[in-house]
């Protein structure tokens, strides 16, 4: 067996690379260049004549079709704004949970997949991800979404595809009352949209003002914890899930004039220990239900029967979706529901 | 290399070429692929008659020369023709083409890594590549950075998170012995400091948290014609460099001793393929996100059916990750009808009892040949 590499064998090699490399780039670049003519060859479906632009909530500025027939609204929370403004009729596909469960549980009826008049057979998205090939099968003109959907999602229907896509997130309350008035406008159902706009200012101002006479009264904000999810005691890491700053959750407790003890945390939804709880001592403790939760699941939590809040009855549970889904049940029936519970006999 | 490798390389039990039998097994992958290819466009969410999806690509190749109502005889509204138009040319075929791609990259880079490392449980993710990608991806679902452009932001971050692992373990370990040991401990060391990055930002913004597990979970759904020829060329090329390096690694089995004193400088070698290696598997990660399994077991399967030779192993690797991702794909949108499910879900749930019955049969097969 020779040791002595022959001269020649480094330098053809070399060489040999060097032509693979350069073949392989222009095959690249030559199949890139097919794809990309494919791509702009392809019929993307011709701008409606009446369209209107819009930006949502995201700063995006979309050119949509005025009062389109063949909607996709992919978050329940949209489904719920389009189901109160009448717009029913205009929805082509939803979410899974807006078609199994009407939204990630029921808003305001036991049996709201009946109500919204919905079937699996519209759902195209479960959680963030998109079904594009049952989207497309609809032939929607437009899709309303939350920041749920992917961004490489939002970009493959509005580029590929030449679909609209709205994206409709408020951060805050009187931003849902914003994004019913652009639904409004855009399905030229201003009517219904000035009257639910109306019911929705109504409810935000009559919290205001119930804070207001509080204030004035000297009357002092209860302290409370607002939790939405459990981890049962004995787990790595027990303890229950609350909401933080820069939430709704803490913004209805706000306006439900009450202080939340994890509003100062430094994060958005802080897990809360049993000893965190105990020390902090809420005056009232509300529990998210719905979508498979209960009490029996938060009383598994650490500390639950020591806290004070549980020992006098001033545990109780409300619909997560009162408190999580930013949409007008959120105000007409959530933030009621929060001040009948920590004012008893204040009217509203 | 020199003809003393090629010698040492000939006399290796690693390069023994196939026997016939070995060889109809490849022929048997070669065949089961090209069938693979020309079912995966038949299956999707939406049910298209066959004979209609193959009307339909002839007529997007031609440009409308032939079949130019591809459509008629199944369907008489035009939206839905476009529909179906945009599901087959638009959605299932760059959805084929790029799992084909994936698939291949990570293949290839499993085979590469395992035979650098000489470690039958190398794969792409061991030095941390996945959580670099990870990383990057969650710069754009959790702050929502260049929101706007995020079909070139979110590949470009994946990227270059993924590279970036790469890089910095070679960087680490440069000063170092650069032996094997520490390069893998660098990998997993880096691992777990970026999976720890990668948690902390999550905690921060919960739906963000939600998109980066699915993104986690891999996925070839986001395919477009231009991301496929992205894809395509370099992983082409990373993927055509590691295999011209087939003897080499054949002569690194033997060891560190026998390829140093041979000629071959096992250092400098190892970190142009760990480079190639990240690099390839970068650009799989940047438009699948993170599919696990396929790296690991495309290699072992090449082995255990064809041969252990690197100039075989590397090729075919390509070859057989590419129709395992395509596979898993198909399952992954035929499963739970209507559901199009994460790719990565699969690729674990039917790899792993292949992978299982496959060493189980070679076991008993060895044990029955030592008796």
């Given at each position: 067996m020779s040791l002595n590499p022959p001269s020649t064998g480094p330098a053809r090699s070399i060489s040999f690379a060097w032509f693979a490399v350069a073949v392989l780039v222009a095959a690249g670049a030559a199949v890139a260049a097919t794809a990309a003519y494919f791509e702009i060859r392809q019929n993307h479906p011709s701008a409606s004549a009446t369209t209107m632009s819009l930006t949502d909530d995201v700063g995006r500025t979309v050119n949509v079709p005025v009062n389109p027939s063949r909607v996709a609204v992919l978050s329940p929370s949209i489904m719920d704004s389009m189901y109160r403004l009448g717009l029913r009729s205009h929805v082509v596909a939803v979410d899974c949970y807006s078609a199994a469960f009407g939204g990630l549980s029921a808003d305001y009826s036991s049996d709201q997949v009946s109500l919204w008049n919905l079937s699996s057979s519209m759902c195209v998205q479960v959680g963030p991800t998109l079904n594009v090939e049952q989207l497309l099968a609809v032939s929607p003109q437009l899709v309303l979404a939350s920041t749920?959907?992917?961004?490489?999602?939002?970009?493959e229907i509005s580029t590929t595809y030449g679909i609209p896509v709205l994206i409709l997130q408020p951060t805050t309350l009187s931003g849902?009352?914003?994004?019913?008035?652009?639904?409004?406008?855009?399905?030229?159902?201003?009517?219904?949209?000035?009257?639910?706009?109306?019911d929705l200012a109504l409810g935000l101002g009559n919290a205001t003002r119930v804070a207001q006479n509080l204030t004035n009264a000297g009357t002092p904000f209860p302290t409370v914890m607002v939790t939405y999810s459990p981890v049962a005691a004995g787990s790595p890491s027990p303890g229950y899930y609350s909401f933080?700053?820069?939430?709704?959750?803490?913004?209805?407790?706000?306006?439900?004039?009450?202080?939340?003890?994890?509003?100062?945390?430094?994060?958005?939804?802080?897990?809360?220990?049993?000893?965190?709880?105990?020390?902090?001592?809420?005056?009232?403790?509300?529990?998210?239900?719905?979508?498979g939760l209960g009490l029996p699941d938060y009383a598994q939590g650490p500390d639950w029967s020591s806290f004070a809040a549980v020992q006098s009855g001033r545990a109780i549970g409300l619909n997560s979706n009162f408190l999580t889904e930013p949409d007008p049940t959120m105000i007409l029936d959530g933030l009621p529901a929060l001040l009948a519970l920590f004012h008893p006999g204040v009217p509203v | 290399?020199?003809?003393?490798?090629?010698?040492?390389?000939?006399?290796?039990?690693?390069?023994?070429?196939p026997h016939p039998g070995r060889w109809?097994?490849?022929?048997?992958?070669?065949?089961?692929?090209?069938?693979?290819?020309?079912?995966?466009?038949?299956?999707?969410?939406?049910?298209?008659?066959?004979?209609?999806?193959?009307?339909?690509?002839?007529?997007?190749?031609?440009?409308?020369?032939?079949?130019?109502?591809?459509?008629?005889?199944?369907?008489?509204?035009a939206p839905l023709c476009s529909a179906y138009v945009e599901i087959?040319?638009?959605?299932?075929?760059?959805?084929?083409?790029?799992?084909?791609?994936?698939?291949?990259?990570?293949?290839?880079?499993?085979?590469?890594?395992?035979?650098?490392?000489?470690?039958?449980?190398?794969?792409?993710?061991?030095?941390?590549?996945?959580?670099?990608?990870?990383?990057?991806?969650?710069?754009?679902?959790?702050?929502?950075?260049?929101?706007?452009?995020?079909?070139?932001?979110?590949?470009?971050?994946?990227?270059?998170?993924?590279?970036g692992a790469g890089v910095a373990i070679l960087l680490a370990a440069r000063g170092r012995s650069g032996s094997v040991e520490t390069l893998l401990l660098t990998g997993v060391a880096l691992a777990s400091f970026l999976s720890a990055t990668l948690t902390i930002v999550l905690l921060y913004n919960p739906t963000g948290s939600l998109q980066v597990s699915f993104w986690l979970l891999g996925g070839v759904g986001g395919a477009t014609w231009n991301r496929d020829g992205v894809a395509f060329g370099g992983i082409l090329i990373a993927s055509t460099l590691l295999v011209l390096h087939g003897r080499e690694l054949n002569v690194m089995q033997l060891g560190n001793d026998v390829a140093q004193s041979i000629g071959v400088p096992t250092a400098r070698l190892r970190q142009?393929?760990?480079?190639?290696?990240?690099?390839?598997?970068?650009?799989?990660?940047?438009?699948?996100?993170?599919?696990?399994?396929?790296?690991?077991?495309?290699?072992?399967?090449?082995?255990?059916?064809?041969?252990?030779?690197?100039?075989?192993?590397?090729?075919?690797s390509a070859m057989t990750g590419g129709l395992f991702l395509l596979a898993a794909n198909d399952l992954a949108v035929t499963v739970l009808p209507g559901t199009q499910l994460p790719v990565g879900i699969f690729t674990s749930f039917a790899g792993a009892p292949f992978f299982l019955t496959l060493l189980y049969r070679r076991r008993q097969a060895s044990t029955m040949g030592d008796s």
């Open positions: 749920i959907i992917s961004v490489a999602d939002v970009e849902i009352v914003l994004d019913v008035d652009l639904l409004g406008s855009l399905f030229h159902a201003s009517a219904s949209a000035s009257l639910l706009s109306a933080g700053p820069g939430t709704f959750g803490t913004s209805l407790i706000e306006l439900a004039s009450a202080t939340s003890i994890s509003a100062n945390s430094t994060l958005p939804y802080p897990e809360l220990s049993g000893s965190a709880v105990l020390a902090a001592r809420p005056q009232f403790i509300v529990y998210g239900t719905g979508f | 290399m020199s003809a003393a490798a090629d010698a040492v390389d000939a006399a290796s039990p690693h390069s023994r070429p109809r097994s490849a022929l048997a992958i070669t065949l089961l692929g090209v069938a693979l290819v020309l079912l995966s466009p038949l299956v999707g969410s939406v049910p298209i008659p066959p004979t209609e999806v193959f009307r339909i690509i002839l007529h997007q190749l031609s440009g409308g020369a032939v079949y130019a109502q591809p459509c008629a005889g199944v369907t008489d509204s087959v040319w638009d959605e299932r075929l760059p959805v084929l083409l790029l799992a084909l791609l994936a698939g291949a990259a990570l293949g290839i880079s499993g085979a590469t890594l395992q035979g650098v490392f000489r470690n039958p449980l190398a794969d792409p993710y061991l030095l941390g590549l996945s959580s670099g990608g990870a990383l990057g991806a969650a710069f754009v679902y959790v702050f929502r950075i260049g929101e706007a452009e995020a079909s070139l932001v979110l590949p470009v971050l994946a990227f270059a998170g993924s590279l142009r393929l760990i480079l190639l290696a990240s690099l390839v598997t970068a650009m799989a990660v940047a438009f699948t996100g993170v599919v696990g399994f396929v790296g690991l077991v495309a290699p072992h399967i090449v082995r255990r059916t064809v041969s252990s030779d690197y100039r075989v192993v590397l090729p075919l």
